[in-house]
C-alpha cells in the first residue's frame, strides 16, 4: 500500500479514535477510580497526582487509541507512569505516605464506586515490587506476563511477588475479620486462595 493510500485511509479513520477532547472527559468522568488506581500503586499522594497528570499529557499526546479502548489504554498508562515514578534509576523512592493515603479516603473499591475501601493502608504498606504486582495483577486483572513486561522483571519475579502480596494480604483478612478490612468484594481472593 502506497503512503498516500495509507494516509488517506487513517484520515478516513479518523472518527474512530478518541481524540484530545475525549481523553479529557474520560479523564474527568474516571477521575475518582484513575486516583485510586495512581495512589494504590504509587502509595503517595503526591506522586499519584504527578502520575495522572503525566498520564494525561500522554493519553492526550496520543491519537492512535481507538474510542472503544480509550479507558483501558488510560488506565494502563496510569500504571507505566506510576511504575516510572517509583521504580525509575536515579530518582528517590516514595516512602512517605501523605494526603488521602493515610486517612484511607476515596482509595478503593470493588465496582469502582466512591466509596472507600475501609482501611488501605495493608495495601499501600506492602513492598513496592509487591504492591505493584498485586495492584496489576489482582486489582487490575492483568496476566503475569503483561505485569512482568510492564515492570520489566521475570515471570519468576512477578509470581514470587504476587505470592508474598497474596500471603500478606490473607493474612491481614484473615486477621481484620473477614471483609472488615477489604469489604466483601476482595474475600473471594482470599477465601479461595489467590486470584486466577
Request: glycine fraction near 6%; include cysteine; aromatic fraction near 8%.
Amino acid at each position: 500500500m502506497n503512503r498516500l493510500r495509507w494516509f488517506d485511509k487513517r484520515e478516513s479513520d479518523g472518527g474512530r479514535y478518541a481524540s484530545k477532547e475525549e481523553f479529557v472527559r474520560l479523564f474527568e468522568s474516571e477521575r475518582r477510580a484513575l486516583q485510586r488506581l495512581a495512589l494504590l500503586l504509587t502509595a503517595n499522594s503526591e506522586a499519584s497526582e504527578r502520575c495522572l497528570v503525566l498520564a494525561l499529557r500522554e493519553c492526550i499526546a496520543n491519537s492512535s487509541v481507538s474510542k472503544d479502548w480509550a479507558l483501558t489504554w488510560a488506565r494502563r498508562v496510569v500504571i507505566r507512569n506510576a511504575i516510572n515514578l517509583i521504580a525509575s534509576p536515579g530518582e528517590q523512592p516514595f516512602t512517605e505516605l501523605n494526603g488521602n493515603a493515610e486517612r484511607g479516603e476515596d482509595v478503593f473499591s470493588e465496582d469502582g464506586s466512591p466509596s472507600p475501601m475501609p482501611n488501605p493502608q495493608p495495601i499501600l504498606a506492602l513492598p513496592d515490587l509487591d504492591r505493584f504486582v498485586f495492584v496489576i495483577c489482582i486489582l487490575e486483572r492483568h496476566s503475569i506476563h503483561d505485569c512482568a513486561l510492564l515492570l520489566g522483571r521475570s515471570l519468576r519475579d512477578i509470581n514470587e511477588a504476587r505470592q508474598r502480596a497474596t500471603d500478606q494480604m490473607k493474612q491481614v483478612y484473615e486477621s481484620n475479620n473477614d471483609s472488615l478490612c477489604f469489604g466483601n468484594g476482595l474475600a473471594h481472593i482470599f477465601r479461595d486462595g489467590g486470584a486466577g
